[in-house]
């Protein structure tokens, strides 16, 4: 008796419609809704008319807006470029650490994801403010130098370097994982070789290493830069009045000031951002597999 052959392409459709329903209903649908009011304006309080005009993209790209725009732009690539500073001894010793030492290592990179992003930036807060741990360790520090006037606490919140403190400390994992993950398959007899040939440990980080793990570099950089980008919670509880991100200009948009179009055009000048790093990402990653 002929058996039927196995039907995989009714089976792949029986397995993915419901993810892609899901992922259309819940994801796609609402943001369609939402770049379709990017193009509309407010004409009651509940009331939104999609009119197909470009205002309030051009209003967002008014100096006020655009100065915020670019200024979040700068906390995220000043966050990036510490997080990668930072990141890369972190992944380099987690390579080559032992085995049970190297799983370690990583439960301790990943142990801040078990933990709500507010519970620690609060605990970072703990840390940050006048009356903080850092301010109460150097006051101690101070009084036990006689003869010095009293000591004045550091202003080390609401302000700037509040901001990019907690964004690196927020996004330093997505900069440490990319980057162990290229370190991790590269070929170590290179970097023996370098080092037998006379390179010093500098130049063989910087011509090999790093050369041979930049698409894992260009991942790290991409993954936090983004959502560095549209940070919202850090700057809101750490920054002051001066230290606000694009991101708390669009939940002021949606929240106080009912303005959901101007908002939405906001928000999708952020996506647009983000698309255009996606691209760039694509473009290096084709001429790598092209060499």
Request: glycine content about 8%.
């Amino acid at each position: 008796m002929l058996q039927r052959p196995f039907q995989a392409p009714g089976v792949f459709a029986a397995v993915g419609l419901p993810p892609v329903v899901w992922l259309f209903a819940l994801f796609l649908a609402p943001l369609a809704v939402i770049w379709t009011y990017s193009f509309g304006e407010n004409r009651t309080l509940v009331d939104i008319a999609i009119t197909g005009s470009w205002g309030n993209y051009a209003r967002a790209l008014k100096p006020l807006y655009l100065a915020i725009l670019l200024k979040s732009m700068g906390f995220a690539a000043l966050t990036t470029l510490l997080c990668f500073i930072l990141g890369l001894p972190v992944a380099l010793a987690i390579t080559f650490a032992r085995p049970r030492a190297k799983l370690l290592l990583l439960v301790a990179i990943m142990l801040p994801f078990w933990t709500n992003l507010l519970i620690r930036t609060y605990a970072l807060m703990a840390i940050l403010r006048t009356e903080g741990l850092i301010n109460a360790g150097l006051g101690a520090l101070w009084g036990l130098v006689p003869g010095l006037p009293p000591f004045e606490p550091l202003p080390l919140i609401n302000n700037n370097f509040a901001v990019v403190v907690g964004l690196v400390y927020v996004h330093l994992p997505f900069m440490v994982l990319p980057l162990y993950a290229a370190l991790d398959r590269l070929d170590r007899s290179l970097i023996e070789a370098s080092l037998d040939l006379g390179a010093g440990h500098l130049a063989t980080l910087w011509r090999v290493v790093v050369p041979l793990a930049l698409p894992g570099i260009v991942s790290g950089i991409i993954i936090t830069f983004i959502p560095a980008l549209g940070a919202y919670l850090t700057p809101d509880l750490l920054g002051g009045t001066n230290s606000q991100m694009i991101a708390n200009v669009i939940e002021r948009q949606f929240r106080s000031a009912n303005d959901w179009p101007f908002g939405a055009a906001l928000s999708f000048l952020l996506m647009y951002l983000t698309f255009a790093a996606l691209m760039v990402k694509a473009i290096i990653s084709r001429r790598e597999a092209a060499r």
